[in-house]
T-cell receptor
Framework: GDSVTQMEGPVTLSEEAFLTINCTYTATGYPSLFWYVQYPGEGLQLLLKATKADDKGSNKGFEATYRKETTSFHLEKGSVQVSDSAVYFCALSAPPGNQFYFGTGTSLTVIP | GAVVSQHPSWVICKSGTSVKIECRSLDFQATTMFWYRQFPKQSLMLMATSNEGSKATYEQGVEKDKFLINHASLTLSTLTVTSAHPEDSSFYIC?????????FGPGTRLTVL
């Protein structure tokens, strides 16, 4: 079945460091791919998405490229800030029901 | 962007009582809503799919008699945890898809004493 495998955390980085959180997926069809972020005490927020191969989603300095050949959707940011500290979830949505499948989440802590 | 609200944000109840959680889509209609459960430091587990005008579809292992779902209108779905026990304490999150993107409610923290 469809699934998402996400890099386990926690991840601790210094401010302005480069961030990569790996995400790979398994899907029988052609899924849409998402990154969601959950700040402490808050609900999930859509960070970025890509709906087809080679699409790049970007938002708030974060980027992820839909790689069909490697079935990956790695999240990157060139220079993290303390305010980026949160839990990041990779997810996919695939037909027929467009049900969402989430990765286990990666906790990121950015220290000054 | 689309907004999904949940009420209450936190509820504490005694063991054996029932608790109702509401999920509303504020600026769009949703024939389908999803209910998730999130344990501390873990991912979201899909519990059920709420369908407007018909019965909810439950995931394997989720007790439908314990977690009652009613999708009364195109903007409201409710989850009722019946005869709650301490092991039901968790963070419950709903979502709704206006298009191909899910928008999530802020979640409801349930604490059963």
């Amino acid at each position: 079945g469809d699934s998402v495998t996400q890099m386990e955390g926690p991840v601790t980085l210094s401010e302005e460091a480069f961030l990569t959180i790996n995400c790979t997926y398994t899907a029988t069809g052609y899924p849409s791919l998402f990154w969601y972020v959950q700040y402490p005490g808050e609900g999930l927020q859509l960070l970025l998405k890509a709906t087809k191969a080679d699409d790049k989603g970007s938002n708030k300095g974060f980027e992820a490229t839909y790689r069909k050949e490697t079935t990956s959707f790695h999240l990157e940011k060139g220079s993290v800030q303390v305010s980026d500290s949160a839990v990041y979830f990779c997810a996919l949505s695939a037909p027929p029901g467009n049900q969402f499948y989430f990765g286990t989440g990666t906790s990121l802590t950015v220290i000054p | 962007g689309a907004v999904v609200s949940q009420h209450p944000s936190w509820v504490i109840c005694k063991s054996g009582t029932s608790v109702k959680i509401e999920c509303r889509s504020l600026d769009f209609q949703a024939t389908t809503m999803f209910w998730y459960r999130q344990f501390p430091k873990q991912s979201l587990m899909l519990m059920a799919t709420s369908n407007e005008g018909s019965k909810a579809t439950y995931e394997q292992g989720v007790e439908k008699d314990k977690f009652l779902i009613n999708h009364a209108s195109l903007t409201l779905s409710t989850l009722t945890v019946t005869s709650a026990h301490p092991e039901d304490s968790s963070f419950y999150i709903c979502s709704a898809p206006p298009l191909d993107t899910q928008y999530f409610g802020p979640g409801t923290r349930l604490t059963v004493l």
